[in-house]
């Protein structure tokens, strides 16, 4: 099963990736994750893209697509992958057709004042767990950080660049007749309830 999840910064999507890849048996991918891999090691890759990060914007498609084309050779796609918030650009889009088969895209809709919480509030511990200040404090005693791209001003970016360069992506798989959109900003038992009731399908 090879699938999508999109949305915009805080939509849920690796919250709800980790569901769907525990209940289905396939690699959960973020490129974002990928490259703030990369920033922690500083290596080439992560100095040129926490230079872009840090702004709140996108990195050139060349380099997004060789590090889809080098992880989607590793022995655990064989089976299928989920994809957390790529391809970001319609480029990409049109460059991973010529990569793999997506079977569905699922497009988490929220409202932007809910987005605007759940990442100013996001707090997160180095064994990678997340909370919120606002929905999910954490528990006293428990050290965390917060992201250096979580800041109003950066969101905000964010947010016009995503919505600017979804809209074409979007056109591009319903015209594949494989675009799927749920409300993100519901209870979460709920919006994995709705994904499931996508795939099952499939």
Do not use: W
Not at 32 to 45: M, N, P, Q, T, Y
Not at 58 to 67: A, G, M, N, R
Not at 85 to 107: C, H, M, N, S, W
Not at 154 to 166: N, P, S
Request: hydrophobic share 35%; with cysteine.
């Amino acid at each position: 099963m090879n699938l999508i999840l999109m949305g915009a910064p805080g939509a849920g999507k690796g919250t709800h990736a980790k569901g769907i890849s525990e209940r289905y048996s396939i690699p959960h991918i973020s490129t974002g994750d990928i490259l703030r891999d990369e920033v922690a090691k500083g290596s080439e890759l992560g100095k040129t893209a926490k230079s872009y990060m840090d702004d709140g914007k996108l990195l050139p498609d060349d380099i997004i697509i060789e590090i889809v084309k080098q992880r989607l050779k590793e022995d655990d796609c064989k089976s299928g992958f989920l994809f957390d918030g790529f391809p970001r650009t319609i480029v990409q889009a049109k460059k991973l057709e010529g990569i793999a088969d997506i079977e569905a895209v699922i497009y988490l809709k929220c409202d932007d004042e809910i987005l605007l919480k759940r990442l100013t509030g996001r707090r997160m511990t180095d064994d990678g767990r997340i909370y919120n200040v606002y929905f999910d404090p954490p528990p006293p005693g428990v050290e965390v950080y917060q992201r250096d791209d979580d800041n109003e001003e950066t969101i905000r970016e964010r947010l016009k660049i995503f919505y600017e360069t979804f809209a074409p992506i979007m056109d591009f798989y319903k015209q594949r007749g494989v675009f799927h959109e749920i409300r993100g900003d519901e209870e979460r038992e709920v919006v994995f309830r709705n994904i499931l009731s996508i795939l099952e399908d499939i």
